[in-house]
């Protein structure tokens, strides 16, 4: 496990207020890096890393999703978990606003706003998943169950 200088980001605060026990894992980065990327610099199996997508609905609703890295979102399977018509992804440009964080630092812990969190069901399958820790070259491994916890998260079937 690489444990770098001490940097605490607001998911960090948050698991700590909670007394949600997890680890950090940093990597030097300035860039965006997608996960598979980032698990192969750290080590780490693919399936327990998890990526956070956030979509909207024609109404304006936003939904955020927890899924594998290497897999894709299913919008029709988003859609029935979220109950509403259709999805969409939000654009890159947008995840600042919406969520308070850069893109390849986007975590559902500790966003603008507490939007719907849909974990994949997979999770379930692991004692530890990997996610986002809200800075770029920062990831936090914890219990799939704390990060259902924390982010109030649904665990369902997301992908293709």
């Known amino acids: ?15 700590d207020r909670m007394k949600i026990p997890y680890n950090t894992h940093t990597y030097e980065c300035t860039e965006f890096t997608d996960g598979q990327q980032t ?13 956070t997508l956030v979509t909207v609905s024609p109404a304006r609703a936003y939904f955020v999703f927890v899924i594998p890295i290497d897999c894709e979102l299913n919008l029709k399977k988003a859609a029935r978990a979220a109950s509403v018509k259709s999805l969409s992804m939000i654009h890159v440009k947008e995840i600042n ?13 500790g966003m603008k706003k507490q939007y719907p969190v849909y974990l994949h ?29 924390v982010c109030h ?8």
């Open 97 to 109: 606003e919406v969520t308070g964080y850069v893109r390849g630092g986007c975590t559902a812990i």
């Open 121 to 149: 069901e997979s999770a379930l399958a692991h004692p530890q998943i990997i996610v986002s820790g809200g800075k770029i070259g920062v990831q936090l491994e914890l219990a799939p169950q704390d990060y259902e916890k």
């Open 153 to 160: 998260a649904t665990f369902c079937d997301l992908v293709e």
């Open 39 to 51: 698990a192969d610099l750290l080590g780490f199996p693919h399936e327990i890393m998890f990526k």
């Open 1 to 15: 496990m690489s444990k770098g200088k001490e940097i605490k980001t607001n998911a960090m605060r948050i698991l």
